[in-house]
DNA sequence: CCCCAGGGTGAAAACGCTTTCTGAAAGCGC
DNA sequence: GCGCTTTCAGAAAGCGTTTTCACCCTGGGG
């Protein structure tokens, strides 16, 4: 394939009979330029279809327009939110987006803030729940730790050990603290909780939330009432049909995202126990898709573009000196019809 | 960007006490360097916490490993599906990716393919449907020519008028046809449709399919009928309440994307019409979370995840001399219980 | 008439890397 | 010991911009 070589200044300025810094100079805006050599280079440009090379102006210039984002599944509902608000805010201010999936793999986080630190993005968002393991967070942090020492700006959103970095915080723990006392207000005594992994602190808060909070109210969960599965739909489908299959004696289950909630809904049904009839279900995050189920699931909703768009101002900012800026987002709990009254219960 | 001294390679290099080309040739394994001297940078690199400037590298190779990805609103269900199997692919391919939400504004589009062709992106993956507008797609078109022109790969999911690119194109016609005379046989012969933006090609191939079989079979869907909507959630709510308010006479209705279909859904149910009881609906897409619907809901799949691979794979293959590559893909009918079976019918 | 301010322009030095070209040293057969 | 090929390392020329610095004007005030 004959690849004629893209234009360049060089190109343009020749063509238009003018250096090298004035057709940058026009192009730019940077300075007052003549109007008759103003329209020369515009023209050349224009006629050459010349295209600025990005990355020769990040050189020369040292600096970027590019943020970088992390998550752990653009696919996820809960993060495709998030996503879109990312991308709103990134619109507004002009900013690129240089966008990693790691598919939950935390060593492909790694890989991926250290491919963004070369890439000199100016800042680095981390999107979702960080990890409990310390030595798993070791490498992480030191490689955030190095790109802030250049004036690197990270955000995270969710709870990440150790990283001292600004963060949009979802009350995870007390938006489940505050669903474990509408469920109990509901009459309900006996739960059972659907866990995600136990490496997520996103999971430790929320689960933690919810049995703290029942705690106080002097009730316990049993500990095979509490299932662990992965943080997905089908995760928690296996989870709800794992608790089925042990005897479901719970009036009320509990998972820790909508997304497993939604597969634990389907578990139920496949069984022909009734939601909210034989059971109630709650869920966590309040993403789109659930207020369509059938039932319409009840859950903490969190305002989940709005976390995006936030995340991203937040790494707009310059650096804090003292300790990191920390917002904090209540989750509130919307009762929908997937929870009903326990006749039984107060 | 990065303020703050960045260590460069020269650092590395002056450290170690060797020579530019000896660092830049021990960092990328590029040609044999002394055990010794290996070392020696090894370490300078990691004391230094090096970490190469990834424009530099571009500018210097003439070359990126960088795809751009354009969609039209990653919170969609629709390309989230898609998006994370481009990411997978990419992680694959070892590849970065950059991605643009238009948010549906086609001056978006050509915004983020300019900006893209300035980044020097190995390719561009355009997903989703293309726009009927001659006029609109011109800017497009030329911004992707010249991009060509240079050497630029594209690849698109979906017709896009006028672009020759390599293309996913799932047989949406044909598709929605095959879920027309399914819909036939279940004794449908009054149907509505809630179509999407006129202007996209999608909701051309996708109405014109289906009222397409349904004319074959001598069945022809009266204007009213047929409703126009934006392609979200709430736009299917908005149309299924226009139409229950012109008096819903159908016994079946076809919303062109699944989210409408959800949103459609809802408001059937907000008007107590039972589905499939009073009426059918059928979707499009086979989005993740509409099994999860009550009912379930009838609509043809398309394999999202694949798509968004096999996009990449394509733009990841040489351009083909002739004329571009195209992989059709059939979705298939999938009945659930939103349709049922007409009494009245044949 | 001279000097100086200042707007407009160009030459050239970065920016941080890759890669070609060149040269030095080392290994080999005679 | 002599020429030969290999291997390994450095000097330097790009890659395509931006930006500093210097220069040349033109005009206006003294």
């Known amino acids: 394939m004959v690849q004629r070589a893209q234009s360049t200044l060089g190109d343009v300025a020749k063509a238009a009979g003018v250096s090298l810094a004035t057709a940058s100079r026009v192009l730019n805006g940077t300075a007052s330029v003549g109007p008759a050599l103003r329209d020369r280079v515009v023209q050349a440009a224009e006629r050459l279809a010349y295209s600025p090379n990005a990355h020769a102006q990040a050189l020369a210039r040292s600096s970027s327009r590019t943020v970088g984002v992390i998550c752990h599944d653009v696919g996820d509902p809960y993060f495709a939110g998030i996503a879109r608000g990312v991308m709103r805010a990134a619109n507004r201010h002009d900013l690129q987006v240089v966008l990693g999936s790691t598919f939950r793999d935390p060593d492909r986080e790694v890989a991926y803030t250290s491919m963004m630190r070369g890439h000199r993005v100016c800042a680095m968002l981390l999107i979702g729940s960080g990890f409990e ?63 995600g992994p136990p490496l997520l602190t996103t999971v430790v808060d929320r689960v933690g939330g919810f049995l703290g909070a029942l705690a106080d109210a002097g009730v316990a969960v049993e500990r095979e009432d ?29 998972a820790s995202t909508d997304v497993m909630a939604a597969g634990a809904l389907a578990a139920l049904r496949d069984h022909g126990i009734g939601v909210p009839g034989d059971v109630s279900l709650a869920g966590f995050d309040d993403i ?31 650096e804090r000196a003292g300790r990191a800026r920390i917002e904090r987002v209540r989750g509130h709990v919307v009762l929908r019809e997937s929870t009903a009254h326990h006749p039984g219960g107060s």
């Open 226 to 254: 509490i299932i662990e599965a992965p943080f997905t739909r089908d995760g928690g489908y296996e989870a709800a049909h794992q608790l089925i299959d042990r005897g479901l004696r719970a009036t009320c289950v509990f």
């Open 133 to 195: 393991d310390r030595a798993r967070q070791a490498g992480l942090r030191q490689e955030l730790d190095r790109y802030r020492a250049n004036g690197g700006r990270v955000a995270v959103i969710s709870r990440h050990r150790g990283l001292r970095a600004d963060a949009v915080l979802p009350e995870n723990r007390e938006g489940a603290a505050d669903l474990a006392r509408a469920l109990l207000g509901l009459g309900h005594r006996r739960f059972a909780v659907l866990s």
């Open 288 to 318: 789109p898709t659930i207020r369509d189920l059938t039932p319409p699931l009840t859950t903490v909703a969190l305002p989940l573009e709005d976390l995006g768009e936030r995340v991203l101002e937040l790494a707009m900012l310059p």
